[in-house]
């Protein structure tokens, strides 16, 4: 489906004679909200004052839920985990081990000053991430995030794999996006993913489509897909941040 986001130019942040390349870090342990707010700010302070590279920070986190700056208190039905406001857009969301949570810190006023295309970039690259699994990931004018017909569970279904949400800071992007590979499905229960009620869009997972792939299988698919959407990215190996 062709739509006005899909009409941008998505290329347009790819900028690979920007300098240093795009730093790829990896958490091998779940990190805490708190934490990772606190690090993320912390670094994106860096990136503005051009103290430090770009940064892709992969991680997990402890069962819990966020609300964004859009969140509705009606859309928490359970209270089951901890549930922490957020700064990025979007609404309320569910993090947990099994889903590969990727904040992304990059200077768009370096690439592109466009909120609108830094998100299309973003939907891009899970997309085409996705895409090595055989899965058709697709966009939505109206819901943001990643989706992918459902049509064995009846007509017009439709489940979310991945949810976005971002703020920017002089214009650095921190938050990012969260793939669901092989969470809990059940823990999305306790709330309206994302606000929307709509019985006939749900929550799925790779591993819930049949895909049974391991995280660091899904971070590789992760990192050639990134580098073809928003250039290179550092060779060398991952390590922990906090």
């Not at 342990?29 to 700010?41: C, D, F, L, N």
């Not at 459902?150 to 921190?174: M, N, T, Y």
């Not at 590979?181 to 749900?202: K, M, N, T």
């Amino acid at each position: 489906m062709v739509n006005d986001r899909q009409s941008l130019d998505l290329m347009s942040l790819s900028q690979p004679g920007l300098g240093e390349p795009v730093e790829w870090l990896t958490s091998p342990k779940t990190v805490a909200y708190p934490e990772a707010v606190a690090a993320m700010e912390a670094r994106a302070a860096e990136i503005a004052a051009h103290r430090a590279p770009e940064l892709v920070w992969l991680l997990e986190h402890p069962p819990l839920y966020t609300s964004g700056t859009s969140g509705k208190v009606q859309d928490l039905l359970d209270p089951r985990f901890p549930t922490f406001a957020s700064g990025r857009g979007g609404q309320l969301t569910y993090h947990g081990p099994g889903q590969r949570v990727a904040y992304v810190m990059l200077d768009l006023k370096r690439r592109q000053p466009d909120v609108r295309a830094f998100v299309a970039s973003l939907e891009e690259w899970i997309i085409r991430t996705l895409a090595s699994f055989d899965v058709r990931g697709e966009r939505r004018e109206d819901r943001i995030g990643v989706w992918v017909s459902r049509p064995d569970k009846g007509p017009g279904c439709e489940d979310k794999i991945a949810a976005i949400g971002v703020r920017l800071r002089r214009w650095v992007s921190f938050h990012g996006v969260a793939i669901n590979v092989q969470p809990d499905l059940s823990h999305f229960e306790a709330i309206v993913p994302c606000g929307v009620a709509d019985p006939r869009y749900g929550v799925t997972s790779l591993a819930d489509l049949g895909n049974a792939i391991t995280m660091a299988e899904f971070d590789r698919a992760l990192r050639r897909s990134f580098g073809d959407v928003f250039g290179p990215v550092e060779a060398r190996p991952a390590e922990t941040i906090l």
